[in-house]
């Protein structure tokens, strides 16, 4: 215990002067933390789309990328793009995040709902089987015909129903279905139905199937130009000649096809540092290549009727924020949204670095030189003695002056400081030395 009094400096001391900072940096990053944006939630709610589906696939690779940085995807299945669009406009909804197919809605209805596109993933082209004798080349050849759309909140029907507009036909021209995708190839192989009309990635098993199966034939959009030029929302894509077998030279030429895209889409109030983190994984999921894209296309800003959500345009624009690419995302997170605050104590340090030094200098030396006061007063007494009391005055004094070094002998300061305090020992005796040769002289 003797040994921790001799150090350099005196913790208890440097504990007192840093105090009053501490807890000023404490009040600061406290207020700071209470007024900045919160932190983001470690679950996210998604809509995909029916089991087994593209967006439910997807759906499940979102959530292995979000579990590393201990976020968990968890995801509700649904009919398609139209429920996944109430779900996530209702307010009552959980739902924040879903898969949607672009022209499903519009941009006034998108903007008035509180929907924000993330950006678009992948083309889901329309894809039209169909069987018979000769190939048909114009949508208005399938007059009178029964056709599968898919179930209502797939949005099928509805892009479907446009394209028969320009063609100047309407839903009553044709015979819809909605079946599901499989029990409607079943249907659509066994003759009960004439047309299928998917809107799915190119990866998807059932268009793998069809276009292997013989007599089926796919409906070449050799005007999929106009159509784009009439619907926005949709884009050209072609399907090389030879993509599904090389061998076997399937398909044996190019098709024209015209296409949506999947669309992530979010509520406005969804938290903007978990954007960032939905679209890094979407450029981990998406960036391949596949029949129809190519390396890099998606994830895009592009092909979107739903606006595009600021924070959304910062990723396309600059990727991935600069400490995230170095830290951790909750530590780079909490930088992020601590800013101010650490702005703020940048702005403090610097005059709080001149006054701590000086502050706790002045509280060891003042351990010291509060006993000069002392060491005064008896000199002052002992220089206007009176003849009556001179002797017991200054036995007084003497006595007093051993109390005092007595009571500095006590006293502990770091050792850079110990010249002061044998100078304080030196100085007692001097005065001591004073007294004494009075009482002498006496």
Sequence with gaps: MQKIKFTLFSLRDLIIAF?????????????????????????????????????????KLYA?????????????????????????SDPDSEIEVGFVRSGSTDRADAAEKGLVSLGSLF??????????????????????????????????????????????????????????????????????????VFSTASDAPLVQ?????????????????AYTRRFPYLSQVTLPRGIVDIGL???????????????????????????????????????RADWLSKQGEFPSDRYTEIPVSGEAEKFYKNGAPVLQRYLTFWVAN?????WVVIVALGALFLPLSKIIPPLYVWRIRSRIYRWYGQLRTVEQIIDNLSNSDKRATLEKQLNYLDEIEDKVNRISVPLSYAEELYGLRSHIQFVRTRVQSLLKSR
Aim: charged share 20%; glycine share 6%; net charge negative.
């Design 123 to 196: 083309y889901e082209p329309i894809w039209i089987f169909y069987r018979d004798k000769k190939e048909l080349t114009t949508i208005s050849q399938f007059r009178g015909r029964r056709i599968n759309v898919g179930p209502d909140g797939t949005g099928v029907g509805r892009i479907f129903e446009q394209i028969l507009s320009v063609n100047s036909m309407s839903a009553d021209d044709v015979s819809f279905q909605h079946l599901d995708d499989t029990p409607a190839t079943v249907a659509f192989l066994a003759g009960q139905l004439d047309v299928l």
């Design 64 to 88: 292995a990328e979000l579990a590393k940085n201990q976020i968990q995807l968890r995801f509700k299945t649904s009919q398609g793009s139209q429920e996944n669009l109430q779900r996530i």
């Design 19 to 59: 105090g009053p900072v501490t807890l000023m940096v404490l009040i600061v990053c406290g207020l700071g933390f209470w007024l900045v944006d919160p932190a983001p939630p470690r679950i996210i709610d998604i809509s995909t789309g029916p089991e087994n589906s593209a967006y439910e696939r997807f759906a």
């Design 249 to 287: 030279d399937l398909p044996a030429r190019d098709y024209h096809l015209i296409s949506p895209t999947a669309t992530l889409v979010a509520h406005e109030s969804l938290h903007p540092a978990l954007t960032g983190l939905l679209l890094q994984a979407a450029a981990k999921i998406h960036s």
């Design 334 to 338: 909490f930088i992020e949204r601590m």
């Design 209 to 225: 199937m069809l276009l292997q199966t013989p007599g089926v034939r796919l409906f070449d959009f050799v005007q999929a130009e």
